[in-house]
């Protein structure tokens, strides 16, 4: 399937802002499941710096900086993709059993699973703690399939969890998502990850997009849709095997993958520094246009 | 045992300790050959004279404002620098071995730096576990390939240093991040040469000159291949860091400009100092801020420290930081148990220094033996944070070593366990005479171009007391100098010609920080407020106590007009215009004590010396050991004035006059002996600001209204007086007081340099002379508003300003003086928003 994907970021600032220092991770990677075509960034007021880089995780992060006076900031990330369907449905029931997937991560030295062990270990926003692991635990009986246990641990965090953009924030910890069992896509990815790595498994954060449709017979709403979260599993041989615990899904061709990393903060959409401004009002809009197979 | 049975006093007898070993003594109690020649010149000196010496060096130290600041400390910042002057010693055969040994290891400490940031060899190869390095907060992954131009990525080193059982040194701890200690080497060199010339002449121990030389040489290397002189600066986290003092120290030693974050910007690609004349391009930075803070745009986002952007400047090799961002990583004991297969496979050579045995958790067996030898071992954890300190596991109850076991196993892999090291003693000066205490050596590393090169000598810290040494994060303790002992005699300077080279490279002509423009203007201010309002307090109180004529009316009221003159020349609204004043105008004393002594009170005296002082040490590099000497002593007299709570007012006259004397040094020091550079400019400019809102906040306090004739000729004896002025009245004047001869004297004559014209005058040709960016021909704001002030006054008639008004007013005199009270004020606004833009701090997005 061929997307575009339009995002847009507007500040608008209650005082004049002197200088802005920014990094934007917007620009989408290519991987197996899908072929970058074209991405570009469009900013307000014209920057005065500009360079992308290749980060830590292979990610494509542009650094740009504004050095003259303004009130709004806007940052627009235009790509085209092609996302490829996902190869015929797996039989989850088959493959590895988690355990041993665990054993062959710590000690096989293939550049791969190499890799994949820094995915296992803590990170900014999750930590393993033993409610993570006893929630988890329900799924990882002794013996299980890996992807079958994965998989139930996706369906009991689409059902257990209440989707609830009022409940939490940015800075919300993983416990009290726990806790109250409500969050947004970001937290049930989180969530996943921190259950995963309690068992000693590997998983990373995926940043994107996906596609939404209209109920039938109505038209799209351009800009309605909305930046998206998930979660990637590492399967040893294999690779990387991604969930949807937010859509209770295995993305196919619907999701489009813009950066990973071990959590939210190695992919963060857009940060930046800024002198001056005081309040801000932040506006969003995420448009996803189909544009063929 | 004595050290030598028939000459030795008793007053320096020394004795071995509990240690297993004694720098100085053997174990049979024989003095070691390297030490003789001290010992002998020791017992020569006596151990009375040895204390006095100790006594001096101490003054000396904080003559020069050496600190060492606590964070926390019931002291306050600025703690005075603890010396102890007997240095110690170590054989030039031994310091060889020391030296191969630590040259070995900063190699390989640069080759893993390199490798971690670079190809992760070590980790793909499994000679470092890749959980024990990412799961360090120091491995920053931002810095990834990030690289100096210069084969040696780690610039400076600096390894702790323990005697171990087999007797010799051993490294307890690497220092990569931005090691601190090699100034106060330094320092303490500095103090015990000049309390003990004559034994440290004899003594043959290697000079410490040169390494600094080699760190300028250093810096220079790692500057872009395209620049030709490179412009180098200290960057500092700020007067309220720990080690501050040394920033400074180093900053004026090494020529560089100190500057904070804020005075630093990311354009273009480049970093800029924020300088009095614009932005300057600077080249390489001499970082003393923790990595992690360097950045708030992709390192820690609420650090107020650093620089946004410019670690991509960094990855652009736009900017060499030493040491670069990221060197943290290496700070990680858990690294040491893999050491030796590094070197063997990166050196090919086994390690030469020994290391305390360590054991990381993070494996199976190296875990459980930890957890079985707890009791034994000291535990720490993979990263330092501030703060922390390490657990010796023999000082635990049981409850807590089971406390301790638990958490080890809930995150085996953040904790390592070590051998713990007993450390030697070494002769110490105490009040008791000599004592053995244990030690901890500092040593030092920089990397030229062709190798690294290290300190000969180093920053020995000894235990406070007897028994085992506190091993914390922060330096504090007491410090000793180091001297390695050569078979020959040392000069200084042996390689003039090759310092030189290294000093032309470097550019020279450094610009002043805004921010160090901004702290200078306040000194001028501060002491100039302090200086006025000192002596208006002694004239009030000596026209209070010395023949008080209670019952004369006119006295009265010249008392009351002086004490309301005090309150609007310090600005301690209401004092002594508050209403319904009669009793404190009868009763002065509490609100004077008040205004003299109350710091919290804004305006007070002690207050602007706290300014005055503070505003001094955040410039530190701008003074020369004179001035801050003399500033060394304003704190004092101002922390004396804070002890004594019952002081009666008469009894703080002498103080005040000890006060006066010191602001007269610091102003004669700072006419006499400071170049006539920027710094000069705005610390005149300060000045002659503050003393021109003085001199109008008095005479219109003063004269606005008539008084009785002979009220105001007390008021004119006491204001001459207070502004030290009389003497010169008498010999131009030679007449009774009267208003228009002191208005002349003190608001008109050009050649009084306590007059208001005079101000006015230098405040017209030193802003002048401020460097502009714009080359424009039009007049600043600064210039124009000391224009008008300049031909207002040239042009005041004194006779329309004595003129009196039917309601008793001099409505002249109050409306020009209050217009250039407008002026000055306008002027102080424009200097700060023109000159001093360090500006606002960053905020994340």
């Known amino acids: ?76 990330a235009i790509s085209e993709v092609q996302v490829y369907p996902a190869p015929t449905q797996l039989n989850f029931s088959q493959g590895m059993a988690w355990e041993n997937v665990r054993e062959i991560l710590e000690e096989n030295m293939s550049p791969q699973n190499l890799d994949a062990r820094q995915y296992v270990l803590d990170s900014p926003l999750i930590s393993a703690s033993n409610e993570l692991s006893s929630y988890a635990r329900d799924s990882f009986y002794p013996g299980r399939p890996l992807l079958e246990a994965v998989h139930d641990l996706m369906q009991r965090i689409f059902h257990d969890f209440t989707f609830d953009p009022e409940f939490t924030t940015l800075a919300t910890p993983l416990s009290e998502v726990l806790e109250h069992r409500r969050g947004v896509c970001q937290d049930f990815a989180h969530l996943a990850i921190g259950c995963l790595r309690s068992q000693g498994l590997a998983a990373r954060y995926v940043s994107g997009y996906i596609e939404t449709l209209p109920p039938p017979g109505e038209e799209k709403m351009v800009g309605a849709d909305a930046s998206h979260a998930w979660f990637s599993v590492f399967i040893p041989e294999q690779g990387w095997m991604d969930f949807d615990p937010t859509n209770n899904q295995v993305p196919n061709d619907q999701h489009i993958t813009v950066a990973w990393g071990r959590d939210y903060s190695d992919v963060t959409p857009l940060k930046g520094v800024i002198f001056g401004g005081k309040d801000h009002e932040l506006s969003v809009s995420v448009d996803v246009q189909r544009l063929g197979e | 045992m004595k050290l030598h049975s028939t000459h030795t006093r008793p007053d320096l007898s020394y004795g071995l300790g509990e240690s297993a070993y004694d720098e100085m003594l053997d174990s049979s109690g024989q003095v070691r050959p390297h030490w003789t020649t001290l010992m002998h010149a020791l017992e020569e000196l006596g151990s009375a004279e040895l204390e006095s010496r100790h006594q001096e060096a101490h003054k000396l130290l904080r003559e020069n404002g050496v600190t060492y600041n606590v964070y926390g400390d019931p002291d306050g910042v600025n703690r005075p620098w603890q010396l102890d002057p007997l240095p110690l010693l170590i054989s030039g055969e031994e310091w060889r071995e020391m030296e191969t040994g630590l040259l070995q290891r900063a190699e390989l400490l640069n080759l893993i730096l390199a490798d971690l940031y670079g190809s992760r060899e070590l980790i793909k190869k499994n000679l470092l576990p890749l959980e024990l390095i990412y799961n360090h907060a120091g491995f920053l992954r931002a810095c990834d390939q990030v690289k100096l131009p210069t084969s040696r990525q780690l610039v400076f080193y600096a390894a702790d240093l323990a005697r171990g059982p087999d007797q010799k040194m051993w490294v307890i701890s690497d220092r990569t991040q931005a090691p601190s200690g090699a100034g106060y080497a330094l320092e303490n060199r500095m103090a015990v040469s000049r309390v003990l010339p004559q034994l440290f002449r004899d003594s043959q121990a290697y000079r410490l000159e040169r390494f600094f030389q080699s760190i300028q040489a250093g810096l220079n290397t790692i500057a872009s291949p395209r620049t030709e002189a490179p412009r180098i600066v200290v960057l500092t986290p700020g007067p309220f860091n720990e080690t501050f003092f040394e920033h400074s120290y180093l900053a004026s030693f090494l020529g560089y400009s100190l500057v904070q974050g804020n005075d630093l910007t990311v354009r273009d690609g480049y970093v800029w100092l924020k300088s009095l004349t614009g932005l300057q391009r600077i080249d390489v930075i001499l970082r003393r801020v923790d990595d992690n803070y360097c950045d708030p745009l992709e390192l820690l986002e609420d650090s107020c420290l650093g620089v946004p952007g410019l670690l991509e400047v960094a990855r652009r090799g736009n900017i060499s930081i030493a040491n670069p961002l990221g060197s943290g990583v290496l700070e990680n004991p858990g690294i040491q148990p893999f050491l030796p297969a590094i070197a063997r496979h990166f050196l090919g050579q086994p390690l030469k220094l020994p290391t305390a045995a360590t054991w990381w958790c993070g494996q199976q067996k190296e875990l459980d033996y930890v957890l079985a030898n707890l009791d034994n071992l000291v535990i720490k954890s993979i990263y330092r944070r501030p703060g922390d300190s390490s657990i010796f596991g023999s000082q635990l109850s049981k409850n807590e070593l089971a406390e301790w076991r638990a958490r080890i196993r809930a995150n085996p892999k953040m904790y390592i366990g070590q051998e713990h090291v007993t450390f030697s003693t070494a002769p110490s000066v ?160 509490t609100e004077l004590l008040s205004v003299t002594l109350d710091e919290e009170r804004v305006g007070s005296l002690a207050h602007s010396l706290r300014r005055l002082v503070k505003a001094g040490y955040a410039a530190r590099d701008l003074w020369s050991s004179d001035t801050w000497r003399v500033m060394d002593e304003l704190e004092n007299n101002l922390m004396q004035s804070q002890e004594d709570h019952d002081t009666a007012l008469w009894q703080l006259q002498g103080n005040m006059d000890m006060l006066i004397t010191t602001l007269s040094a610091l102003s004669g020091l700072v006419m006499e002996s400071m170049t006539r550079n920027d710094g000069w400019l705005f610390l005149d400019i300060g000045r002659r600001l503050e003393r021109g809102l ?152």
């Open chain 1, 1 to 76: 399937m061929r997307y575009r994907v339009t995002h847009t970021t507007t500040y608008e600032y209650t005082d004049q802002v002197g200088a802005s220092y920014n990094e934007a991770c917007l620009l989408p990677r290519s991987c197996p499941q899908q072929a970058l075509l074209a991405a570009r960034l469009e900013i307000s007021p014209v920057e005065t710096d500009f360079r992308v880089r290749e980060d830590f995780f292979g990610n494509q992060v542009a650094y740009f900086s504004i050095n003259k006076p303004h009130h709004e900031f806007s940052v627009t």
């Open chain 2, 430 to 589: 105490t009040s008791q005479g000599l004592d053995p205490r244990k030690i901890l050596l500092r040593c030092f590393a920089v990397a030229r171009h062709n190798g690294y090169e290290i300190m000969p000598g180093g920053l020995t810290r000894s235990a406070p007391e007897k028994g085992d040494m506190p091993i914390t994060g922060q330096m504090g303790s007491i410090s000793k100098d180091t001297w390695i002992i050569a078979a020959e005699p040392q000069y200084a300077t042996a390689n003039a010609s090759q310092a030189q080279s290294v000093l032309s490279r470097s550019h020279h002509s450094n610009a002043l920080p805004s921010r160090a423009a901004d702290n200078i203007f306040w000194v001028g201010r501060y002491a100039e407020r302090a200086e006025g309002s000192v002596r208006l307090l002694r004239a009030t109180v000596k026209k209070l106590y010395i023949n008080p004529e209670p019952d004369n009316s006119n006295y009265q009221a010249c008392i009351h007009n002086l004490l309301r003159s005090i309150t609007s020349l310090t600005g301690t609204w209401p004092g002594f215009f508050a209403e319904d004043t009669d009793a404190l105008l009868r009763q002065p004393e």
């Open chain 2, 694 to 845: 003085q001199l109008i906040t008095i005479m219109r306090t003063a004269f606005s209204v008539k008084h009785e004739d002979p009220v105001e000729t007390q008021l004119i004896e006491s204001l001459l007086n207070a502004s030290d002025n009389l003497i010169c009245y008498r010999q131009q004047y030679r007449s009774y007081f009267e208003l228009s001869s002191f208005l002349e004297l003190l608001l008109l004559d050009e050649n009084n340099p306590r007059s208001l014209i005079y101000q006015i005058m230098r405040l017209q040709e030193h802003v002048a002379k401020i460097p502009s960016e714009n080359s424009d021909q039009r007049l600043s704001t600064a210039q124009r508003l000391t224009l008008e002030a300049g031909t207002m006054i040239r042009l005041v008639n004194l006779n329309n300003l004595l003129e009196v008004s039917e309601d008793g007013m001099r409505e002249h005199l109050d409306q020009q003086l209050s217009r250039l009270y407008y002026l000055l004020s306008a002027l102080s606004d424009a200097i700060s928003t023109e000159h001093f833009r360090h500006g606002s701090a960053p905020q994340p997005l």
